[in-house]
């Protein structure tokens, strides 16, 4: 089992940039595909980005693609999400996923493991 811990949500004005960060404790990081998905009010939670277990196969909502990056760093079982030109739209509780793939190197659709979330907020 794995617990994560989401940091770096705030309060940002539209075009600013924020960076998620989500640490991961318990069983091997590197065991573990990693995603981030958000929640806003009103809505249903839906998926924004994913990384596989080796860090090299990504995968994006298409409506943030080309402004937030994910990216994961084993040494520090950290995983990120870089959010740039944000906009009142990404306003959201994001949450971090991890999923284990048994060495699978795609990206999942599903995922185990989930952090409490953190509040991101994007002024107009």
């Known amino acids: 089992q794995v617990q994560l811990v989401e940091s770096g949500g705030g309060l940002v004005q539209a075009g600013g940039s924020l960076r998620l960060s989500c640490s991961a404790s318990?069983?091997?990081?590197?065991?573990?595909?990693m995603g981030w998905f958000r929640q806003a009010p009103g809505k249903e939670r839906e998926f924004v980005s994913g990384?596989?277990?080796?860090?090299?196969?990504?995968r994006y909502a298409d409506s943030v693609k080309g402004r937030l990056t994910i990216s994961r760093d084993d040494a520090k079982n950290t995983v990120y999400l870089q959010m740039d030109k944000m906009k009142p739209e990404d306003t959201a509780v994001y949450y971090c996923?991890?999923?284990?793939?048994?060495?699978?190197?795609?990206?999942?659709?599903?995922?185990?493991?989930w952090g409490q979330g953190t509040q991101v907020t994007v002024s107009s």
């Open positions: 990384i596989n277990w080796t860090g090299t196969r990504t």
């Open positions: 318990g069983r091997s990081f590197i065991n573990y595909a």
């Open positions: 996923a991890a999923a284990v793939v048994d060495g699978h190197l795609g990206v999942p659709y599903e995922f185990d493991y």
